[in-house]
């Protein structure tokens, strides 16, 4: 089995300081978040980006400064921008940090109720942009999969040449209008992908920890981080990402799977070499 890459998410754009006080908005804030994340044992940063009073941006230059100020602290480190940003941002707005030249960023596979009156929309035409975008800056995407169908459309689109093979998932299980963060759902997606491909487990709220236990038995990767759940235990705040980071650790030094380094996340995922 591979060793296990974490990804740490350690911003969102959803989640705010009234969830929990820790919450990075400010550049230093979310360096010094994505730091004591990498220290603890991610080697991928899951990175969206806020304006000092928290309100989310895709801004290129916020994001330039951001991961200027991550790449500072920790060279190595995998940096992943986003590409969904927050809900009701348009396309163009969503896509500014591919041009900063990340070996990764989101891809995100189809339209989900995102609770309330919220959407989030990823059209058909979308995924094909961002895609054939991607693909042209050689950007790796982590396709995001909200619900089986959103698996279904990448491989339609892998075999129209909109996104290469070997395909890379991340299964958000929980979120409130997508597939749910249960046992059976986690084995449903995971058999749902083609052969070669890897995946990593996204599970939102109370799911967190519980579906990490099942991606790091079955040989999937791990996401933590605010962005998806703000909770150490029932009712503890996480006081940084790292704790959240440093769980995973343990559960997986404890179900004997190694973590791996960023240059080993680097050819797990088969990413281009930049160092
Ligand atoms: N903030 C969500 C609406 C991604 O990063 O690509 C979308 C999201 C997905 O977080
Ligand atoms: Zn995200």
Known sequence: ???????????????????????????EEIAKEAE?????????????VRLDDGTPTQDKERFRLCMEAIKERCPDVIIQPSTGGAVGM????RLQPITLNPEMATLD????????????????????????????LNIKPEIEVFDKGMIDMAIRLNKKGYIKSPM????????????SATPRDLVFMAESIPQGSTFTVSGIGKGQFPMASMAIIMGGHVRVGYEDNVYLSK?????????????????????????????????????????
């Open 1 to 27: 089995m591979d060793k296990l890459i974490i990804t740490a998410a350690i911003c969102g754009a959803e989640v705010t300081k009234e969830h929990n006080p820790s919450v990075p908005y400010t550049v």
């Open 168 to 179: 890379h998932f991340n299964f958000v299980l929980g979120v409130n209008g997508g597939i």
């Open 36 to 48: 004591a994340a990498y220290k603890a044992g991610a080697s991928i940063i899951h990175l969206h």
């Open 90 to 93: 348009s396309n163009e707005e």
């Open 109 to 136: 596979c189809g339209t989900c109720n995102f609770g309330g009156d919220d959407i989030f929309v990823n059209t058909e035409n979308t995924i094909k942009e961002f895609g054939e975008k991607m693909i042209a």
């Open 235 to 275: 009712g503890v705040l996480a006081k940084s990402n790292s704790e959240l980071v440093e769980k995973v650790v343990r559960l997986a030094k404890e179900l004997g799977r190694d973590i791996a380094t960023p240059k080993e996340a680097r050819q797990i995922l088969g990413l281009r070499e930049i160092l």
